[in-house]
């Protein structure tokens, strides 16, 4: 399974890391997401990380979020700084054992679509 977590209060301009470890299999091979649903709208991709470190990011969280991987630990990481009230919202992370390549738009956004899914973790900027 994966468990989310390190979400929180912060004040717009801040930064947050959140972290999506994984339990009882390796993350390696593993393609890991991260999406992001805030209340009344639709979930949005944020990033998708494959193991290779190859990582493609949401056009509204580029040069702000970053994503990396501690394959020892089983955990991906998003570090997410320049926070903005736009970027509250509950934070998923989800695991596909593939190497994906195609756009982050066209990722699939449903549970049914990975291999793991983990629980939310709630990120709330707000001053």
């Known amino acids: 399974q994966l468990q989310a977590s390190g979400g929180g209060l912060v004040q717009p301009g801040g930064s947050l890391r959140l972290s999506c470890k994984a339990s009882g299999f390796t993350l390696v091979y593993y393609a890991i997401s991260w999406f992001r649903q805030a209340p009344g709208k639709e979930r949005e991709a944020v990033s998708c990380s494959n193991n290779d470190g190859s990582t493609e990011y949401a056009r509204s969280v580029k040069g702000r979020f970053t994503v990396s991987r501690d394959n020892q630990q089983d955990t991906v990481y998003l570090q997410m700084s320049g926070l903005k009230s736009e970027d509250t919202a509950t934070y998923y992370c989800?695991?596909?054992?593939?190497?994906?390549?195609?756009?982050?738009?066209?990722?699939?956004?449903?549970?049914?679509?990975?291999?793991?899914w983990g629980q939310g973790t709630l990120v709330t900027v707000s001053s």
């Open positions: 989800a695991a596909k054992k593939w190497e994906y390549s195609g756009s982050l738009y066209d990722l699939p956004q449903g549970v049914r679509d990975y291999d793991h």
